[in-house]
């Protein structure tokens, strides 16, 4: 089985973190993809506040797609349900005042009804939970991302 590699910037638009990126580069050549993805799920499990607001800088609000990923991701949601994109700008509103950033859920594979439940249910999390909550589904976003990638 021939080895498995990556580039920076495919890491990087997985996940905006040149840290996580250093780290799964840093371990090349992998031999299996399966390699690969442990070690890039393990790099993301951590990320410090710096690294959080960095990732989070490149993610569009759920509902304001972005580019071709994130239109992809969000695929669920139906921009033209007028209720459904109400509710997500009065929800990501309220979430941006409650946590001073941005909503984020890995939306792959949800629709706009279980993301909106999935806000509303996180807008009750304290403060480190919701930050764990963030972390960890930026986390799942980089590695749908790496494994569309390869």
Do not use: K
């Amino acid at each position: 089985m021939p080895a498995v590699e990556v580039g920076r910037e495919t890491l990087l638009g997985c996940l905006s973190v040149p840290r996580w990126a250093d780290d799964v580069l840093a371990g090349q050549p992998y031999p299996s993809r399966e390699a690969l993805l442990d070690a890039a799920d393990r790099a993301a499990a951590e990320l410090s506040d710096d690294e959080l607001d960095q990732a989070l800088s490149a993610h569009p609000r759920i509902g304001e797609r972005g580019g071709a990923q994130s239109r992809r991701e969000q695929a669920g949601v139906d921009p033209a349900s007028r209720d459904t994109a109400a509710r997500l700008r009065d929800g990501n509103a309220a979430y941006e005042a409650r946590f001073d950033r941005v909503f984020l859920i890995r939306a792959a594979g949800r629709s706009g009804e279980e993301i909106l439940a999935e806000l509303d249910r996180r807008l009750g999390n304290g403060d480190a939970a919701e930050r764990a909550e963030t972390v960890d589904n930026l986390r799942q976003i980089a590695l749908l991302r790496l494994e569309a990638a390869l």
